[in-house]
């Protein structure tokens, strides 16, 4: 089992709706990321927040507002989101984003499949 | 710029047989990692592997190995007698300040 746990596991939503995506990790992680996952593609980052504070936003719409109220939680907040951002949006943590060995090594969650109508 | 280029898009192969993903990089930096990752059906993705640029030592796990060669900028993943559980996408990446995925190759194990 994952010990990143990311819900709702599927998400359907119109245009003009407002949802949450909901990442939680009990290990003591100190950076927690977002990534968006279309079928059959790599995974794109949108956003990494580390120790608490976003230190990158990849250029993301508006549209997608991420939120991290402490440091187990990570939120994403969607609002008017269109057909094209359907996909399987996956957060991720790691241990220590200043400990150059542990660079890297991401514990994801199992995502949430978004379908936008 | 950094690129990670996995040019096997599928395989499939017959349970029990060994099979090789390759993983070819570009970067500019002297100091990096490579890593493998696994993406199972469930769709969580798997650490399996972090190499940093100083450390060519191939590693073996199991029935997993792996080659790196900075003469040839790659980073090659072999699993041995394979089995229908491997059956996956396998990620390679390469990272700097951020984590560069490649394009995947799905590992279809046949039975």
């Known amino acids: 089992d994952t010990e990143v746990t990311q819900t709702p596991k599927h998400l359907v939503m119109g245009m003009t709706n407002k949802k949450s995506l909901k990442c939680e990790q009990h290990?003591?992680?100190?950076?927690m990321y977002w990534y968006k996952q279309k079928a059959k593609k790599p995974p794109e980052l949108m956003f990494v927040y580390s120790y608490e504070k976003l230190s990158i936003n990849e250029s993301v719409p508006s549209r997608f507002s991420p939120e991290c109220p402490n440091s187990s939680l990570l939120n994403l907040h969607l609002h008017a989101l269109q057909p094209e951002d359907s996909a399987l949006y996956l957060c991720a943590s790691s241990q220590d984003p200043l400990l150059a060995d542990l660079h890297g090594e991401l514990f994801f969650g199992e995502g949430s499949r978004l379908t936008v109508l | 710029a950094q690129k990670v280029t996995q040019a096997q898009t599928e395989i499939s192969v017959v349970e029990k047989e060994d099979v090789t993903l390759d993983c070819v990089y570009e970067?500019?930096?002297?100091?990096?990692?490579l890593f493998w990752y696994k993406q199972p059906p469930s769709g969580e993705l798997v650490f399996l592997i972090r190499?940093?640029?100083?450390?060519?030592q191939n590693e073996i796990s199991g029935r997993y190995s792996w080659n790196f060669q900075k003469s040839t900028s790659s980073f090659n993943f072999t699993i041995t007698a394979s089995q229908v559980v491997d059956s996956a996408v396998y990620f390679c990446?390469?990272?700097?300040?951020?984590?560069?995925f490649g394009k995947g190759t799905r590992l279809h194990i046949l039975p």
């Open positions: 990446a390469l990272t700097d300040d951020k984590i560069i």
């Open positions: 190499r940093n640029s100083f450390d060519e």
């Open positions: 970067t500019r930096d002297t100091t990096y990692y």
């Open positions: 290990m003591g992680h100190r950076a």
